[in-house]
């Protein structure tokens, strides 16, 4: 396969330029070049090389030099060093510095430079691959794609904008269904670490006595089963993010030996001793009320306050409730191009239910009712006839809360609003039927933020 990656050679001695140069194209590179360091640092400024190849020795800075500098700024050009004849040392230094490979000048191969060369271009063109591969998957999870108007949203996207230019630890606290995973790629992708792969890990999903190796890995011979040495995923996010999900569920005992990897940012494969550094930035999430889990006993506080540095409560969908247009109106417009249908229209019934809907899954929940009426509609019109039974039952609309699912206060408050709105806003009236005062009545009121 011929080769068309770019290929920049820095070399002061023009006829040993003209080989190299010779030996490339014939190849299908495309090769330019410059006879000093500074020259060779234009070029690459001006346009992406997948390769150079330069002398160590140049007229103006050393190879090693023009090495580092594309290190530190072009860190996907490969660069392949020359040395003087009989200088290992050199080239060893070279690779030290990142150098892809070197090549000893004079006893030049043809079929040996070659090689090493297209071994350069196609780890170059390989890194380049995966970096555009990552920025696509980066985009479905940007701060732009989660949708919604409300305050209490735009103050949540907010903040995780604000700490994912950090590298703060984050815990993400929500209902089941309200984007804690979505926040959690959305941070990671906008922060310092996006060019690294996050690694997740539900803690829900794994069995207790399993979540210690999965995390830090395992060595040979650490329990029945372990035939070989295994990588954690915490080595895996090395240099990365490591999203924790479902931190409620974690087991005692990994959250004994998470706390000590926080405190001294190194981790020890389970039946090892040994123990390695590692920078790993961690962003937590649960659906569960961690307090009172600390209360129960199923929950370290220390572990806790760790976790807690910066903690973005995310809204349930009912207290947003004026987003669900715009959600809705999105996942109807995204399903349908992706079922390859056309876009149906929106009755203001349909809506409304909707809006006055009690959400448990939120928006999750959402999303799948519109899939399941886009799928069921004959029409080109959603109607409340296309969604489930549970949204005319009257005690799943919003307003109207299942009693079953409230607190004593909670009860207390969906009571005297019902009264309130059957007395049609009569305080004095309210408070008689409710056998309280009516400063009561107002103080209650005014608690509720109601007027
Ligand atoms: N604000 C939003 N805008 C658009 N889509 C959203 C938003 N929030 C959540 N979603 C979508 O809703 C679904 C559920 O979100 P996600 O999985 O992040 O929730 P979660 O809080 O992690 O839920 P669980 O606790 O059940 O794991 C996903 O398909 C996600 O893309
Ligand atoms: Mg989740």
Known sequence: MNHTESVLIIDDEPQLMQLYSKFLSLEGFDVESASTGYEGLDLIKEKHFSL??????????SGLQVLEKIKNEFPDTEVIVLTAYGNIHD??????????????????????????????????????????LREQVGS????S????????????????KKVAATDNTVLLLGETG???????????????????????????????????????????GAFTGAVSDKKGLFEEANNSTIFLDEIGDMSLDTQAKLLRVLETNTISKVGDTKTKNINVRIISATNKDLESEIEKGNFRSDLF?????????????NERAEDIPVLANEFIRSYSVKSKKNIPQVTDEFMTKLIHYKWKGN??????????????????????????????????????????????EELEKDHILKTLSETDHN??????????????????????GVD
């Open 363 to 408: 928006i999750r929940e959402l999303k799948n009712i519109i899939e399941r009426a886009i799928i069921i509609s004959e029409s080109d019109t959603l109607t409340p006839d296309y969604l489930p039974q549970e949204f005319f039952s009257g005690i799943s609309e919003n307003q109207s809360l299942n009693s079953k699912d409230l607190t004593l």
């Open 140 to 143: 479905k999870f940007r701060f």
């Open 52 to 61: 150079v190849i330069t002398d160590m020795k140049l007229p103006d800075i």
């Open 427 to 448: 305080k004095t009236l309210t408070a008689k039927k409710l056998g309280i005062s009516s400063v009561t009545l107002y103080r209650k009121l005014k608690e509720y």
């Open 145 to 160: 794609k989660i949708l919604g108007n409300s305050k209490l949203l735009l103050d949540a996207v907010s903040l995780g």
């Open 305 to 317: 306050y760790r976790l807690n540095g910066f903690t973005i409560k995310l809204p349930s969908l």
């Open 91 to 132: 080239g060893v230094a070279a690779i030290k510095s990142g150098a892809f490979d070197y090549i000893t000048k004079g006893d030049i191969d043809e079929d040996d430079f070659i090689l090493k060369v297209k071994k350069a271009a196609d780890k170059a063109s390989l890194k380049e691959q995966i970096k555009n």
């Open 178 to 220: 309200t984007g804690k995973e979505l926040f959690a790629q959305a941070i990671h992708n906008s922060g310092l670490r996006k060019d690294k792969t996050l690694v997740a890990i539900n803690c829900s999903a794994i069995p207790k006595d399993l979540q210690e190796s999965e995390l830090f890995g395992y060595v040979k």
